[in-house]
């Protein structure tokens, strides 16, 4: 097969890894054609914060020679994946977008890692991240903001930024993100993608680097929803080193894509549907609540009265795990280490964790310790947890009446570099509608709905009860079909 590398770019993942294991395509011509991609795109959009081609092309070239050798090679074989730089690969630095890991190369591949490899995927490089995950627009790495493919004057989202960046850009076919408050979503209705949130336990967080313990998850960042469901496929099932994982059998989550609809039962929280919500936004959301009525859905009004209280909850829970799980970097064990001459040790913990730390890791360390001290513990973070029950109730009694829930994703389209940085408040508030799901655990998934009226990406989001993932692919791929979206901004000629 003699195909240009435009042409090859253009290739689903099913059909370019067919070809690959059947021998018509090599996976170095695969690898070369996003490389090249990479080199044209990556000057303007910073999606990476390391891609070695030479690497690369080795990954490729072994592949190959299996495939000569006539050995049997995985479903992904020869599939480039873009990495989150909070996912440890072994032998490459892992940083986490931090000067703190800055020289860090870990000892060991991630479950979700040694699971692309074993399908015959290559890893890509490792994409620019909002420091240890805690931002919504990928600013806060300590290395370089990411830039927006559709307009490289706004933000990517976050923080999985790098990894949507690069997806929308062409620049590899699909990701790995994770998703703590809403960070594979927000930036997947960024830039243009779908962006899967498995349920709490489906994917192993085993060689995720912890940022919040009990809300990130692993997921994939995709051109389509077939995509999405393909690299799920790989990097979900039961992980004996990871005591979070759920002990399911393995599931095939293509098998549901293409049946019908009818009589499916959508619920539209009104919560979400209010004050805050941009008229566009409003608009795309209302127009696939007409597309799933025709489609044979019932949809029903549903409310979750303590949907209000979620932004507050999360953000007492999640800087209050970030506290503790980010006290292991003390210079002493490994990573940065702030050091001068006669200092104590005590000296030496605040410099490395002064120098080290970005501002908005060192915001949410000190907002976790507040919450945690002793004086704030119950009126707090004890407060927030029974908060936490009662969203996650809310859902269940939404969902004892429907199957799935539809909602914006976000309040607004992307916005400009910088627009909110000086307003920690309004950062937070992008992540208003995305962060119900990481508090109760629950599968949800973004979906390209059309664009602004300046032509910005849109999206919408779909919601399911735990491990029901099957059925909300189901859903998001019938709904794709009708929207008529275009490609996006992949498919530009570059």
Not at 177 to 183: A, E, I, K, L
Not at 411 to 420: C, H, N, Q, R, V
């Amino acid at each position: 097969m003699t195909l240009s590398k435009q042409r090859i770019r253009q290739l689903s993942v099913e059909d370019s890894c067919r070809a690959v294991r059947e021998g018509s395509l090599a996976a170095r011509e695969v690898a070369e054609a996003y490389l090249e991609s990479a080199r044209q795109r990556e000057p303007e959009v910073h999606a990476f914060l390391r891609l070695e081609p030479q690497e690369v092309l080795q990954q490729a070239e072994l592949l190959d020679e299996r495939i000569r050798k006539g050995e049997a090679v995985g479903p992904l074989a020869g599939l480039p994946v873009a990495v989150k730089d909070v996912i440890v690969t072994r032998g490459t630095p892992t940083t986490c977008g931090s000067r703190i890991l800055e020289n860090y190369r870990p000892p060991y591949d991630a479950t979700v890692i040694e699971r692309l490899r074993e399908a015959g995927a290559l890893v890509f490089g490792k994409t620019n991240c909002d420091e240890f995950a805690m931002g919504s627009s990928t600013e806060n790495s300590a290395y370089f903001p990411t830039r927006n493919p559709w307009d490289n004057r706004l933000v990517p989202g976050g923080s999985s930024g790098g990894s949507a960046a690069c997806v929308a850009a062409g620049q590899a076919p699909v990701a790995l993100g994770t998703d703590t408050g809403g960070s594979i979503r927000q930036p997947a209705a960024f830039c243009g993608l779908v962006g899967l949130k498995p349920t709490y336990g489906r994917v192993s967080r085993y060689g995720l680097v912890a940022f919040a313990s009990s809300l990130d998850q692993i997921g994939p960042l995709a051109r389509n929803v077939r995509e999405a469901a393909l690299l799920l496929n790989t990097i979900a099932g039961h992980d004996h080193r990871d005591s979070t994982s759920a002990p399911l059998e393995p599931e095939d989550f293509t098998a549901r894509l293409g049946r019908d609809l009818k009589g499916l039962r959508v619920g539209v929280p009104q919560e979400w549907m209010g004050e805050g919500l941009q008229p566009e936004i409003r608009h795309r959301v209302e127009f696939a609540m007409r597309q799933l009525e025709d489609l044979g859905c019932r949809l029903d009004p549903v409310h979750l009265p303590h949907n209000r209280y979620a932004i507050a909850t999360y953000y007492i829970i999640a800087p209050a795990e970030a506290s503790s799980n980010l006290a292991r970097y003390d210079g002493v064990r490994y990573g940065f280490r702030a050091t001068g001459g006669g200092e104590s040790l005590e000296a030496m913990y605040r410099a490395t964790r002064s120098s080290g730390f970005g501002r908005e890791v060192k915001r949410r360390i000190m907002l976790g310790t507040y919450v945690l001290s002793a004086g704030y513990y119950d009126a707090y973070f004890v407060k927030a947890a029974r908060v936490r029950r009662l969203i996650r109730q809310d859902l269940d009694q939404a969902f004892e009446k429907v199957q799935l829930l539809l909602g914006p994703t976000t309040p607004s389209p992307p916005f400009a570099l910088g627009e909110k940085l000086a307003d920690p408040l309004q950062m937070y508030l992008s992540d208003v509608f995305t962060v119900t799901a990481n508090l109760a655990g629950i599968p949800g998934i973004n979906l390209p709905a059309g664009s602004t009226s300046e032509g910005l990406p849109v999206g919408i989001q779909l919601l399911a009860p735990h491990f029901q993932e099957s059925r909300l692919l189901q859903a998001a791929y019938a709904l794709e079909q009708v929207l008529g979206v275009g490609r996006g901004a992949w498919d530009s000629g570059q």
